[in-house]
């Protein structure tokens, strides 16, 4: 019997450096780990080939579909402060960039797992009669986005368009598919630091990161009253490995990936990484916490949601899943991963006083 062959594009991003070692460790497969930098999928196999390429190239495609049984798309630029300063890039990245990837996957009955977004369902939940709900469901939600001068929403509606082609495939063609909603995971390896190997505005954890390492306020938009339920990548690793070997139970789904117990506000996180960081690294300064608005931070066009809770109750069903790792869990080695690969290198970046951070780490 030969191996399962998997393409995993978007391999060099956060959940891809995760996802490769996980496939390999779960499964007799080989791999093709494909992106534009590969640089954080430090992992290394003898059946991993890695691949420098950009997933709009027609070679590309024709590779992956031609010889893949899996097809893995984390492809995406998915950082809010890109959806409002670059909104055609984020269209073309999420929706037109992969159009010729969804239509040779249906062409040649290949499966295609493919990521989309929470933020599909907008600002906030809403049932099916666009009522106020709780919780973000996969078969019920209303999908709400804003006016189109908020360009926050570009991104969601690039990605919730493209949900409607994959779906449109598989219930009117051939197309084998999963469409992945995953709700704020987290891990190490998340994201950049401005000014030491990116430019421009990282997520969340990453910004507070950067601001402790620098001994800088932590900023936290609109009083930082927003909530979301945060998830380890472990547990995202585990559903995409429990998603590949249950197509039966997989195919023609979509699934909510998050884990609901760790609901809680932005301004609680940041206190709680900021305790974390200052038991890691005593000798830093103490951490301070500042008030922006989202215009001063995002810029013109940003909007928000309030509250990002997930139903996984299909996931826990359908794939025998359910996350568990919470928040106190996980932050301790995020904020120690954050420390490890960058304290030196901010110190050496901006040496005003925080050598002795690098010193202590």
Not at 12 to 20: E, P, R, T
Not at 102 to 108: H, L, P, Q, S, Y
Not at 113 to 123: I, L, M, N, R, W
Not at 130 to 146: C, F
């Amino acid at each position: 019997m030969s191996r399962l062959h998997v393409a995993v594009l978007g391999a060099g991003g956060f959940l891809g450096s995760h996802i490769v070692p996980g496939l390999r460790s779960r499964f007799d497969c080989t791999i093709d780990a494909i992106d534009v930098d590969l640089t954080k999928l430090e992992y290394r196999d003898a059946l991993v080939r890695r691949l420098v390429a950009r997933v709009e190239e027609p070679a590309v495609v024709e590779q992956v579909t031609s010889s893949a049984d899996v097809v893995i798309s984390l492809t995406a630029l998915c950082n809010p402060a890109m959806y409002s300063t670059i909104p055609l890039e984020v269209i073309d990245a999420n929706f037109t960039h992969l159009m010729p990837l969804v239509k040779r996957c249906a062409e040649r009955r290949v499966r295609l797992v493919h990521f989309s977004t929470a933020e599909v369902y907008g600002p906030r939940a809403l049932d099916a009669a666009g009522l106020p709900a709780r919780e973000m469901t996969e078969d019920d939600s209303s999908l709400l986005l804003g006016p189109v001068h908020r360009e926050r929403w570009t991104y969601a509606c690039a990605k919730q368009l493209l949900e409607r082609v994959i779906w449109a495939h598989g219930q009117h063609g051939h197309l084998p598919f999963t469409i992945v909603r995953p709700f704020n995971t987290i891990g190490p390896r998340m994201d950049f630091l401005p000014g030491v190997d990116g430019e421009g505005t990282p997520r969340v954890l990453a910004c507070f990161m950067s601001a402790l390492l620098r001994g800088e306020p932590l900023p936290l938009v609109a009083g930082g009253q927003q909530r979301r339920a945060f998830m380890d990548v472990s547990d995202m690793v585990e559903a995409v490995c429990r998603i590949v070997e249950r197509p039966k139970q997989a195919n023609g789904q979509i699934f909510n990936l998050g884990n609901p117990d760790n609901d809680v506000s932005i301004a609680d996180l940041a206190r709680q990484v900021a305790e974390i960081f200052e038991r890691s690294a005593p000798r830093a300064p103490k951490a301070r916490f500042e008030h922006v608005t989202a215009e001063d931070f995002y810029g013109p066009g940003y909007a928000d949601t309030d509250e990002r809770i997930p139903d996984v109750s299909k996931a826990r069903r359908l794939l025998g899943w359910s996350p568990g790792c919470s928040l106190a869990d996980m932050l301790p080695g995020i904020v120690i991963d954050y420390i490890e690969r960058y304290s030196e290198r901010v110190a050496a970046a901006a040496p005003l006083g925080l050598s002795k951070l690098a010193s202590s780490a």
